[in-house]
């Protein structure tokens, strides 16, 4: 069965500083991964959506990376800002389950 | 496009009542998810649909749930009759393919008292 972890949880960090979110997953058998952002009250926001064949995709300040066969991604974000404070979920999808498999989330908090 | 649109944006009610939660997917997807989400389990989902049709309810967790999709813009999500345990934020969302990006609505969120 399919595992996603973020670590950590909860993270808070000044305006201004690069920071790197986490994602593990236990079966490598994933057709892509997508982060998405959810602020408070809100639904989520799919944020950038990587193949399995790729390594990374970029959108902005953004950056995601891929190495699906150790199980791992992270999110890159340059330059933080207080924007950027919102939980950040990645989500794998299974080709033999057809099914997208969620995180729990990092609660990011950029300071001002 | 609007995106998707849920409603209600809240509800509350007793415990014992049906409950139905509407959702409107973007036009032109085909694919139609609906999720929940509590701090104990996170994102669950529950069912989805590909042009109308239920694929796979394997996460609807008992008969008191039910979903449907009369037609291409529109969803319903019941329960009956609602348990405390049914509180959580329910999400719809939907997509051109699964494999593609997945656009959710702004949840509902459930209180069953």
């Known amino acids: 069965k399919q595992e996603v972890t973020q670590i950590p949880a909860a993270l808070s960090v000044p305006e201004g500083e690069n920071l790197v979110l986490n994602c593990s997953f236990t079966d490598s058998a994933i057709y892509n991964l997508q982060w998405f952002r959810q602020d408070p009250g809100k639904g989520l926001t799919s944020l950038l959506l990587i193949q399995s064949s790729q390594r990374e995709q970029t959108s902005g300040r953004l950056n995601a990376s891929l190495d699906k066969s150790s199980g791992r991604s992270t999110l890159y974000i340059a330059a933080s800002q207080p924007g950027d404070s919102a939980t950040y979920l990645c989500a794998v999808f299974m080709d033999s389950s057809y099914k997208l498999i969620f995180g729990s989330g990092t609660r990011l908090l950029v300071r001002p | 496009d609007a995106g998707v649109i849920q409603s209600p944006r809240h509800e509350v009610t007793e415990m014992g009542q049906e409950v139905t939660l509407r959702c409107k997917p973007i036009s032109g997807h085909d694919y139609l998810f609906w999720y929940r989400q509590t701090m104990m389990r996170g994102l669950e989902l529950l069912i989805y649909f590909n042009n109308n049709v239920p694929i796979d309810d394997s996460g609807m967790p008992e008969d008191r749930f039910s979903a449907k999709m009369p037609n291409a813009s529109f969803s319903t999500l019941k329960i009956q009759p609602s348990e405390p345990r ?11 393919s699964p494999i593609e990006k997945l656009f959710f609505g702004s949840g509902t969120q459930l209180s069953v008292l």
């Open chain 2, 86 to 96: 049914d509180s959580a934020v329910y999400f719809c969302a939907s997509s051109q």
